[in-house]
């Protein structure tokens, strides 16, 4: 059996370089002001994929499909272009919006 983790050596001398500190708060700058506040940069971009696959999602359904091709595209190049247009125009709303 190895040694336990209480009794290994600690180098009390090494440090994080500057660079990487920086960046590691940079990423997770906490809110000003204490809590709430503007969301981190991480959960900014993490919400746009929250989004997208939201958009994904309900666009894949069988159910939008049978809209689209009621409303005269009968053609799957038609119905995935219109997929694209409606998901293009809902994602810069959606985005923007909130």
């Known amino acids: 059996m190895g040694d336990k983790i209480d009794n290994l050596p600690i180098d009390s ?13 940079n990423v997770f700058k ?5 809590g709430g ?3 981190s940069k991480v959960v900014h ?14 666009l ?5 499909d049978k809209i689209i091709r009621s ?3 009968s053609n799957d190049m038609y119905v995935w272009f219109t997929k ?3 998901f293009v125009i809902l994602f810069y709303i959606l985005k923007n919006r909130f």
């Open 45 to 58: 971009e993490f919400k746009s994929s929250i989004i997208g696959g939201g958009l994904f999602l309900i």
């Open 37 to 39: 506040g503007e969301p």
């Open 71 to 73: 409303a005269g595209f």
């Open 84 to 86: 694209f247009l409606v």
């Open 13 to 25: 001398t090494s440090s994080s370089p500057k660079s990487d500190i920086d960046i590691i708060l």
């Open 30 to 34: 906490p809110t000003e002001g204490g």
């Open 60 to 64: 894949s359904s069988p159910i939008v």
